[in-house]
């Protein structure tokens, strides 16, 4: 019998592919279905709670010349 | 590209219009030649084939038009001609045909048919106050210069008319916060060529208009005729109905047209009325004409012509911008990190968190780049010349190609491999990762089909999809597949009747 599932359609590199896991794995329900390694299939209302996670966790290893200065 | 943001946004609106208001809208000819040069070539294409035959066309038929690869093409453009109302199906859905008085009314249009006063009746009497084209080209840009100018806060400038205010407002453009200030979208609304911006503003005043009771269709046919006028030609008002004669004011306040003084029984399209609908690529742009009437002042004060040209970018990302404008240094600020002002000068850096916050807001990599590509600096200009140069001599006398890609032993391409680059290509390719980095995901909203009985039931399926252009995934050994929203009906009504068999 054919299935259409309704879903939002990630397309992202392994890396990031591994964050969203990982933040799938903190407050699950987020991924259907892992689909291969650039291509996630995911909740449709949780996609912004994605990127902002995803934001975060990006952020972190940013150097930022400006904080230097501030701080002189 | 931002001239592509501005025609969606005019159809989208068209689209949006109630069946019975497409229609009156197709009574006037002018309004269908309008509404024909704003389509794609494909839907061109269709109307054409379509538009000198009494008969309906079988769909069958007209699926052997295209090729079976450009599918997605036609798809499209049947799409947005079904949303205009433009072709209309039979009962069985198998023919299908042109809207009656759309075709009626074009095809006046193109045989000079139509009514005498279909794209506005000129004045035949001679003015007294004969005005020309030069002196509309300024009058133009003079009005819409102040209101970009008012949006960014030059002091100096004459505050616009209340008819202006209330319109930035509605479009989000400007808010009030113990006095006016500009939004996001306003700075957004800066960084596009005129014609967009123009556009973005006469649907919100088509907007404004349903609530003062005036009739949209009456106001859209009068911007598309002003669309089709010709420039330096005075028109009569006589022969405008009351809801266009009362536009006449709001339009002078845009620059759109010129009326000597509120009773003057005759008006001058300006260049920014008559480009409004045309989209042909040879032709002189709005903003390129605007530029140009710029360009004439700018000889007469050195001032001005720095206002025009006056970045330097460095490879260390330094910025320095000779320039005294609000405008220019309100549209860097959006981009730039500020760092000292002086008398004619600004400098500045850009940085990671510049160029992240500028995207936040919606500003594109490629508007940063054409802006400052556009405003760099003459010595700038001829840095990267002597560069270019220097690069096609060295190529041409080692006879190899550093340009790129694998050496080529014919050496006729050289020249056109390298590129002029006027920006660092260091900053230019930062700035393009920065905005890569910041969409690292890409998502679809859609439909997953999956669990299909065999891979002839795939292969049909997913093929039938991709002719379409809406299938964005595909894996053939775990036979599932991904198609957008807007194709899942389709692609599930062809699936109903092949799988039913």
């Known amino acids: 019998m054919l299935v259409a599932s309704k879903g939002v359609l990630v397309q992202c590199d392994p890396s990031i592919k591994a964050l969203i896991i990982q933040i799938d794995s903190q407050s699950p329900g987020i991924i259907l279905e892992e689909l291969d390694d650039t291509h996630l299939l995911i909740q449709q209302d949780k996609v912004e709670i994605v990127k902002n996670e995803l934001n975060k966790l990006l952020s972190k290893n940013i150097y930022d010349p400006f904080e230097d200065d501030s701080r002189m | ?501």
């Open chain 2, 1 to 501: 590209m931002s001239s592509n943001l501005f025609k969606t946004t005019v159809n989208e609106y068209l689209e949006s219009l109630p069946k019975t208001v497409q229609s009156k809208l197709y009574e006037a000819p002018a309004t269908c030649l309008s509404i024909y040069r704003l389509l794609s070539p494909m839907a061109k294409f269709y109307i054409m084939s379509m538009i000198f035959n009494e008969k309906p066309v079988n769909l069958r038929d007209l699926n052997k038009w295209c090729k079976p690869s450009s599918r997605k093409l036609e798809y499209e453009a049947l799409k947005r001609l079904k949303a205009l109302h433009l072709v209309e199906y039979d009962n069985k859905g198998s023919h299908i045909r042109l809207h009656s008085n759309f075709r009626k009314n074009f095809r006046d249009c193109l045989t000079g048919t139509q009514k005498p006063n279909a794209f506005g009746s000129i004045s035949l009497t001679n003015d007294k106050h004969k005005v020309d084209i030069k002196f509309l080209d300024k009058f133009a840009s003079q009005k819409w210069e102040n209101i970009l100018h008012f949006m960014v806060g030059t002091e100096s400038t004459t505050t616009p008319s209340k008819s202006v205010l209330s319109l930035l407002q509605l479009g989000g453009l400007m808010e009030n916060k113990n006095g006016l200030s500009i939004t996001n979208s306003g700075f957004q609304f800066l960084l596009q060529d005129v014609n967009a911006q123009i556009w973005t503003l006469l649907l919100q005043y088509l907007n404004l208009t349903q609530d003062l009771n005036m009739d949209p269709v009456d106001v859209l046919n009068f911007i598309f005729i002003l669309g089709s006028l010709e420039l330096g030609k005075s028109y009569s008002v006589s022969s405008l109905s009351e809801t266009q004669r009362s536009m006449l004011a709001d339009l002078r306040d845009y620059g759109l047209v010129y009326q000597r003084s509120d009773t003057s029984g005759r008006f001058y399209p300006t260049r920014l009325a008559t480009t409004l609908t045309s989209d042909s690529a040879g032709l002189k742009t709005p903003s390129m004409a605007v530029e140009q009437a710029l360009g004439e002042e700018a000889e007469e004060t050195a001032q001005e012509r720095n206002i025009q040209e006056s970045i330097i970018i460095e490879t260390n990302f330094k910025v320095y911008a000779y320039t005294n404008s609000p405008l220019e240094i309100a549209i860097l600020n959006l981009f730039v990190h500020l760092r000292t002002r002086f008398a004619n000068m600004v400098c500045g850096q850009i940085t990671r968190e510049s160029i992240r916050n500028a995207l936040y807001n919606g500003i594109t990599a490629d508007q940063i780049i054409k802006f400052l590509d556009s405003h760099a600096h003459p010595q700038m200009k001829l840095l990267a010349k002597e560069r270019l140069d220097k690069k096609i001599e060295f190529d041409t006398s080692n006879n190899i190609n550093t340009a790129g890609g694998a050496p080529q032993s014919k050496n006729e391409n050289v020249i056109s491999q390298h590129k002029l680059e006027i920006i660092p290509p260091n900053v230019l390719d930062q700035i393009k990762l920065w905005q890569l980095e910041l969409d690292r995901i890409q998502t679809f909203e859609g439909y997953l089909f999956k669990d299909l009985a065999n891979q002839q039931e795939y292969d049909i399926l997913s093929n039938y999809a991709s002719e379409l252009g809406v299938l964005i995934w595909s894996d053939k050994v775990k036979k599932k597949f991904f198609v957008t929203k807007d194709g899942m009906s389709q692609v599930a009504d062809f699936a109903n009747r092949k799988l039913k068999r």
